[in-house]
């Protein structure tokens, strides 16, 4: 079993940067693909970006590309999000999530709890 632990969610004004970690409990995540998505109220789970276990490869839904940067290092069994340029449209709770496979769905095997971002105008 894996636990995943958000963290550095918050409140931003527009314009402004949060970098969201998520650490890993349980057992080590660096085989895993790293996923991050998000769930606006009312509005389904989307996908933000992964990032697979050795970075050769990564994900970024178009809205985020060139504002947001996902990365990893194996040796914390931490995973980061780096949001930048952060926009109204932005606000949700953050996910982040871990499966054998680099996939752009939410059916990953495992979940964090999320973390609320909140952007102000």
């Known amino acids: 079993q894996v636990r995943l632990v958000e963290s550095g969610g918050g409140l931003v004004q527009a314009g402004g940067s949060l970098r969201l970690s998520c650490s890993a409990f349980?057992?080590?995540?660096?085989?895993?693909?790293m996923g991050w998505f998000r769930q606006a109220p009312g509005k389904e789970r989307e996908f933000v970006a992964a990032?697979?276990?050795?970075?050769?490869?990564?994900l970024y839904e178009d809205s985020v590309k060139g504002r947001f940067t996902v990365s990893r290092d194996n040796a914390k069994n931490t995973g980061y999000l780096q949001m930048n340029g952060l926009k109204l449209e932005d606000t949700a709770v953050y996910y982040c999530a871990v499966d054998s496979l680099l996939l752009n769905t939410p059916t990953y095997d495992y979940w964090g709890q999320g973390t609320q971002v909140t952007v102000s105008a």
């Open positions: 349980g057992r080590t995540i660096s085989d895993y693909a």
């Open positions: 990032i697979t276990w050795n970075d050769d490869m990564i």
